[in-house]
């Protein structure tokens, strides 16, 4: 029975195991692939988010340093002249 499986019944017995390990290797190699170029997808999905997060957080720190840098100036020039 152990010589009549389904795939040796379906890939014409003589060449079943060679090509078997062929087609096996190959989707292995196809998985790996696959894989890789989610993770890398991932990876740099990530960096980008966070570089873009520390862009934006360094325009708001800007922004507020200005407005306090501004408020002084005011306060400078209206106490001044007392």
Known sequence: LS????PSVLSGGGTG???DERSLYIVR???IAVMCVLALTVV????F????LLIKS???INFLVKDRR????VEAVVVGPY
């Open 3 to 6: 010589c009549c499986t389904a």
């Open 17 to 19: 195991p060679a090509g």
């Open 29 to 31: 190699l196809v998985q």
């Open 44 to 47: 740099f999905g990530i960096f």
């Open 49 to 52: 988010l966070g570089c873009n």
């Open 58 to 60: 360094e325009g708001m």
């Open 70 to 73: 501004a408020s002084k100036e």
